[in-house]
């Protein structure tokens, strides 16, 4: 069984850092590519970063680069989200799941809010 869960959201000023977590089970980040999609009040869900370490392909989204790196613990099968320069455009709910570049590959878990303030 395929379980993703998110956590490490929380509140913070505009500027500020973040690190989101993600435990997944019933696979391994070698084995499928794990990444983070969040969706912001009225907009779309969107892919933010993809990751598989097998190979070392990863994707940021334009509006992430240069603040936002990907990573991942394989022996804890875990894949962070390492966010900094918080602007409050980043406020969202941050999701993890299994990605192809930006899109989703149909697993994802329950999310965790990240609110920028300003």
Known sequence: ??????SGGGLVQVGGSLRLSCAAS???????AIGWFRQAPGKEREGVSCMTSRDGMTYYADSVKGRFTISSDNAKNTVYLQMNGLKPADTAVYYCGTCYGSVSTGY???GTLVTVSS
């Open 1 to 6: 069984e395929v379980q993703l869960q998110a």
């Open 26 to 32: 019933g696979f391994t980040s070698d084995e499928y």
């Open 108 to 110: 994802w878990g329950q």
